[in-house]
């Protein structure tokens, strides 16, 4: 019954490779959200989904493509992986309240890409 | 823009020892303010949050707004503690999304 689910959790692969990360959670949730973890240990917002709507799009290379075909998926597409990709990708989810409300973002597990 | 402020990136205690994990926060509006905490090769969850006011694990964090602080303290830390601990700030907007701070990573040495 896991919340938040990533698959894969780990992914190596060559420079200049396609590779998608998928995101699911079965909690009922409206927005979705895709994190990057690097080296550093630093998080920093990607991207937004709510209602399968794209709603934040930080500075990020147009390498990197999100996808919600519903509202319980948010996959990432990333063309032309270079090293500078590798990092740890996180997915979360909340449901958007009213404007004074706040709820919980729960966090998938990670997956850690690695690219040679 | 929103911005959040680890200052201290390693911190090691003794256990039992009184523990503070420093956050500083820049938002021009009201913001909401949370504590996530990641142990060991698990993922990230919600420690507290400041609207709550709650102590969870024995953690408490106050607001203050005009120091733009919201330092994480437990008066005796546990060996169980030790995780890496982000400071984040949630503004305005239909998004509700996190600006996390870089991180502390707490040891707590038995």
């Known amino acids: 019954d896991t919340a938040v689910s990533q698959t894969p959790k780990y992914l190596v692969t060559q420079m200049g490779n396609d590779k998608s990360i998928k995101c699911e959670q079965n909690l009922g949730h409206d927005t979705m959200y895709w994190y990057k973890q690097d080296s550093k240990k630093f998080l920093k917002i990607m991207f937004s989904?709510?209602?399968?709507?794209?709603?934040i799009n930080e500075t990020v290379p147009n390498r990197f493509s999100p996808k919600s075909p519903d509202k319980a998926h948010l996959n990432l597409h990333i063309n032309s992986l270079e090293l500078g990709d590798s990092a740890v990708y996180f997915c979360?989810?909340?449901?958007?309240?009213?404007?004074?409300?706040?709820?919980?973002?729960?966090f998938g597990p990670g997956t850690r890409l690695t690219v040679l | 823009a929103q911005r959040v402020t680890q200052p201290e990136k390693l911190l090691s205690v003794f256990k039992g020892a009184p523990v503070e994990l420093k956050c500083n926060y820049s938002y021009s509006g009201s913001p909401e303010l949370f504590w996530y905490v990641q142990y060991s090769r698990q993922r990230l969850q919600l420690l507290l949050r400041h609207i709550s006011r709650e102590s969870i694990k024995g953690f408490t964090a106050d607001l203050n707004k005009g120091e733009t602080s919201f330092h994480l303290k437990k008066p005796f830390a546990q060996e169980e503690d030790s995780a890496m601990y982000y400071c984040?700030?949630?503004?305005?907007?239909?998004?509700?999304?996190?600006?996390f701070g870089s991180g502390t990573q707490l040891t707590v040495l038995p």
């Open positions: 979360a989810s909340t449901l958007a309240g009213g404007s004074k409300s706040y709820n919980e973002q729960f």
């Open positions: 989904y709510n209602n399968k709507e794209l709603i």
């Open positions: 984040a700030l949630s503004g305005a907007g239909s998004a509700r999304q996190l600006t």
